[in-house]
């Protein structure tokens, strides 16, 4: 299995690196509302948008995983209480039991 992902990765970089090579003359302007970037390459267009794609999946991720922790820590609280109300359960239980002998 770790063969095959080191062969997709290198199948990958392949590909990025020819795209690269392919479309290193070519000049595009990118535009967002009234932002412009003027002239750059179209590769360099691709890694942005690529790397802006990680980093906006990475901050959800993270907001996500932070939300399910807390969840998890109150989770584990409520049942510790639980647990500790269950075992004040049995100790009255015990008890009755002795008183009615």
């Known amino acids: ?29 990118l535009k967002f509302f009234s932002y412009s970037t003027g002239e750059i390459a179209a590769i360099e267009a691709l890694l942005l948008s690529f790397f ?3 980093v906006v ?22 049942i510790d209480s639980l647990k500790k109300e269950i075992k004040n359960i049995r100790k009255l239980n ?3 039991d002795n008183e009615a002998e």
């Open 94 to 96: 015990v008890e009755e």
């Open 52 to 54: 802006l794609g990680i």
């Open 1 to 29: 299995m770790k063969i095959a992902r080191t062969v997709l990765y290198l199948l990958i970089l392949i590909l990025i690196v020819v795209f690269s090579v392919q479309n290193a003359s070519d000049q595009i302007t």
């Open 57 to 78: 999946t990475g901050v959800y991720s993270l907001w996500k995983y932070s939300n399910l922790l807390k969840k998890y820590k109150k989770a584990l609280k409520e």
